[in-house]
């Protein structure tokens, strides 16, 4: 049978109709899963609602045994779950490695973390009081996720979710939803007690709807778009629903004239191309300062030449498809509009469609790129590195920061208050110094402006997942 919904402790939906899971390398079925809606829905939140009662009276240290097993499992399976990654979205199999291993790095930092969750108590002003600060799990959470991180967007929102006390309703993105089935069988060999995660596959307007005016959903975690992000937003006000939102990033690398070039062309390539360019906080726009712009790009494009595209699956390629042609499209229309207003492009330039419908980009830079263009505006989600000369650190910042969103930049420099003057003040949730690869379990994510709301990772990331209550106790004399 396929799997795909998971119902308190129970695989069903055979006789449901299939979404197709395709190979965006190949255009080959990779599989299918059951195509659930509403009711399926609301049987997996009602699930998630009774084991609620029991899963919330646990205690952490007792949730934390059951994510390490959860997490050793992950760890022994990565190789298999790596090559479903790649089969279903497409990124070279040591990426997906790398994200099987990131996935479980948040069950296992979240397991401990679990049993650090404190309340406090307030000094009393008058004699015959007690205050007591109690933190508790905000109860049944709705997690819909993105395909581009098809294993470690789940176990970020599901690690400190069950570490918190919470019990889980999953919705996979239909792009990449094999990669969560197998993630909860291993929950499910893990022991997690049956209700305390949920999975549905299929029509996500549907189970979206439903997660959002289900009053016994009392979270939404939510990674994806803006656009859909803002839809989000207004549903959960009719119940008035804690959300966590992570949403598109546009983010800048900014290049200071002290840079350690070598670091910074090395680091851009390593941010730019790390899954083709499909991740939101991938580097959407470079600015150089004058002295070394011919310097950096010298160096950028002598490193992204060097990047072989291809079948993630097969060995030494560095760089997949694009998920789609929407994707295809919009990253020939960025690059199109870029050279069209005076872009030069030095490196790549062109798209390649494959066989079946599937789409590539070949690693591309354009320099001289104006601040009007396209490319410098929105998000462009693939493989293209469009660099801007620029002058001061002022007019640097000032460009940095001129868009509405504020998820993760980027700042090379050697000058200890120089680099650190600027990273302080770009409006951005994650800064990475002389560091293109920011993102850990232990720290937090998340961004500014529309890029979202709340963090996940780090103690800041069980904190979603917590109400605060404060007890007032009179005493007797
Ligand atoms: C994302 O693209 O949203 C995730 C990237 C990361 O966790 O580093």
Request: glycine share 10%.
């Amino acid at each position: 049978m396929e799997k795909g919904i998971y119902v308190n402790g129970e695989w069903t939906g055979k006789d449901l109709e299939k979404v197709e899971v395709i190979n965006p390398a190949t255009g080959e079925l990779v599989g299918t899963v059951p195509k659930a809606g509403k009711k399926e829905t609301r049987n997996a939140i009602e699930a998630a609602n009774e084991a609620f009662k029991t899963w919330s009276k646990t205690t952490a240290y007792e949730r934390a045994e059951y994510l390490e097993k959860f997490y050793e499992l992950v760890i022994k399976h990565e190789d298999e779950l790596a090559e479903i990654m790649t089969l279903e979205m497409g990124k070279p199999l040591k990426e997906s490695k790398g994200e099987a291993q990131y996935a479980a790095s948040f069950l296992k930092w979240f397991a401990e973390e679990g049993k650090r969750i404190y309340g406090r108590t307030i000094p009393p002003s008058k004699h015959n009081k007690r205050m007591q600060v109690n933190k508790q799990p905000v109860g049944v959470v709705g997690a819909i996720t993105p395909w581009n991180f098809p294993a470690a967007m789940i176990t970020r929102k599901l690690a400190p979710a069950l570490a918190a006390g919470c019990t889980i309703v999953i919705k996979p993105p239909n792009e990449t939803p094999l990669t969560a089935v197998r993630l909860i069988e291993l929950c499910e060999e893990a022991g997690i007690p049956k209700g305390v995660v949920n999975l549905v596959t299929g029509k996500s307007s549907e189970i979206g709807e439903e997660i959002m005016s289900n009053p016994r959903v009392k979270k939404l975690t939510f990674t994806g778009s803006t656009e859909v992000g803002k839809i989000l937003m207004k549903q959960a006000a009719e119940n008035v629903m804690k959300i966590s939102l992570e949403l598109g990033g546009h983010a800048p690398i900014v290049v200071l004239d002290d840079a350690d070039i070598d670091l910074a062309a090395q680091q851009t390539v390593a941010s730019k191309f790390r899954n083709g360019g499909q991740t939101c906080i991938s580097g959407n726009r470079v600015y150089v300062q004058e002295k070394v712009y011919d310097a950096f790009i010298e160096k950028v494009v002598a490193a992204a030449e060097k990047l072989r595209i291809g079948n993630g699956m097969e060995e030494g390629v560095d760089v997949g498809p694009l998920i789609n042609k929407d994707g295809y499209e919009k990253v020939e229309k960025h690059v199109k509009n870029a050279v069209k207003r005076g872009a030069k492009c030095v490196l790549g330039g062109k798209g390649k469609e494959g066989e079946n419908g599937t789409y590539y980009y070949h690693p591309t830079v354009l320099i001289d790129v104006k601040p009007d263009m396209l490319i410098m505006n929105e998000e462009t989600f693939g493989p293209i590195v469009p660099i801007q000369k620029v002058s001061t650190d002022e007019e640097t910042i000032n460009y940095a920061n001129s868009t509405p969103f504020g998820l993760a930049a980027y700042v090379f420099s050697e000058n200890y208050s120089r680099g650190l003057r600027v990273a302080e003040a770009l409006d951005y949730g994650i800064v990475g110094w002389n560091d293109g690869l920011p993102s850990a379990a232990q720290a937090p994510f998340g961004g500014m402006k529309q890029s979202g709301m709340g963090r996940e990772g780090g103690k800041e990331g069980i904190e979603e997942y917590l109400e605060t209550k404060y007890i007032s106790i009179g005493l007797k004399e």
